[in-house]
């Protein structure tokens, strides 16, 4: 595994890691939200009862997914055999354990472990595999992060009308918009890098192409 496949892992587990710290500060410890209790907290709110602000839940999951996308690619050419994939496969459950409880939610935990099982076979199948990890990964990784700062900003004037008092934004909405930054410069990077190297072979081709005799 190269050192920006680690690097977007890393990224992806802070993104994750972010929902669980506070979004919303405050003095008072009750009136402190992490990035999980923001889609239950905004259920009870004026706005969201009446129907004014639509909530998506969903996009708190996005980190979550990309994390598990990144373990499912990230060295799949180089790490092939049963125990390695079992391995992630197994850290890929439990990653979307945490959107998709087992027990609240079995079909949508048990669609995405097939899901999951069905994206490692392929990857692991595929010649030209590692350019998901190097390229696709970074691009999700930057799509997923952005998502719940997205929704969090959405939510900001309905909070603040609540609280009657500006909102305090936690340092895990800061970490969280700050690893979709990172991820969006990584994927950048990885694309210009993908440019280089297939010009770079296209070039090297047509060194090699022996001279016409006729021309």
Same mark, same amino acid.
């Given at each position: 595994?190269?050192?920006?496949? @680690?690097?977007?892992? !890393?990224?992806?587990?802070?993104?994750?890691?972010?929902?669980?710290?506070?979004?919303?500060?405050?003095?008072?410890?009750?009136?402190?939200?992490?990035?999980?209790?923001?889609?239950?907290?905004?259920?009870?709110?004026?706005?969201?009862?009446?129907?004014?602000?639509? /909530?998506?839940?969903?996009?708190?999951?996005?980190?979550?997914?990309?994390? *598990?996308?990144?373990?499912?690619?990230?060295?799949?050419?180089?790490?092939?055999?049963?125990?390695?994939? =079992?391995?992630?496969?197994?850290?890929?459950?439990? !990653?979307?354990?945490?959107?998709?409880?087992?027990?609240?939610?079995?079909?949508?935990?048990?669609?995405?472990?097939?899901?999951?099982?069905?994206? =490692?076979?392929?990857?692991?199948?595929? !010649?030209?595999? @590692?350019?998901? *990890?190097?390229?696709?990964?970074?691009?999700?990784?930057?799509?997923?992060?952005?998502?719940?700062?997205?929704?969090? @900003?959405?939510?900001?004037?309905?909070?603040?009308?609540?609280?009657?008092?500006? /909102?305090? /934004?936690?340092?895990?909405?800061?970490?969280?918009?700050?690893?979709?930054?990172?991820?969006?410069?990584? *994927? /950048? @990077?990885?694309?210009?890098?993908? !440019?280089?190297?297939?010009?770079?072979?296209?070039?090297?081709?047509?060194?090699?192409?022996?001279?016409?005799?006729?021309?």
């Amino acid at each position: 595994m190269r050192w920006h496949e @680690r690097l977007a892992m !890393v990224i992806h587990a802070l993104a994750m890691a972010s929902l669980w710290l506070p979004w919303v500060d405050h003095k008072a410890a009750a009136l402190v939200l992490t990035g999980w209790d923001l889609p239950e907290f905004a259920r009870f709110m004026p706005e969201a009862r009446s129907g004014g602000l639509v /909530i998506h839940a969903q996009a708190f999951w996005g980190p979550s997914l990309a994390f *598990a996308f990144c373990v499912l690619t990230g060295g799949s050419t180089s790490r092939l055999g049963l125990k390695p994939a =079992l391995a992630r496969l197994a850290v890929a459950a439990a !990653v979307l354990a945490v959107p998709f409880p087992p027990i609240d939610q079995a079909l949508a935990y048990a669609a995405c472990l097939a899901a999951s099982a069905a994206l =490692l076979t392929t990857t692991s199948l595929c !010649v030209r595999a @590692r350019h998901a *990890a190097i390229l696709v990964a970074p691009a999700l990784g930057a799509l997923a992060s952005t998502f719940p700062p997205w929704q969090f @900003r959405r939510l900001l004037p309905a909070l603040q009308q609540l609280y009657n008092a500006p /909102i305090t /934004i936690g340092f895990g909405a800061w970490l969280c918009a700050g690893c979709a930054l990172t991820s969006l410069a990584l *994927a /950048i @990077r990885s694309l210009f890098q993908e !440019v280089q190297a297939a010009f770079r072979g296209a070039s090297e081709a047509r060194s090699r192409r022996p001279a016409n005799p006729h021309s």
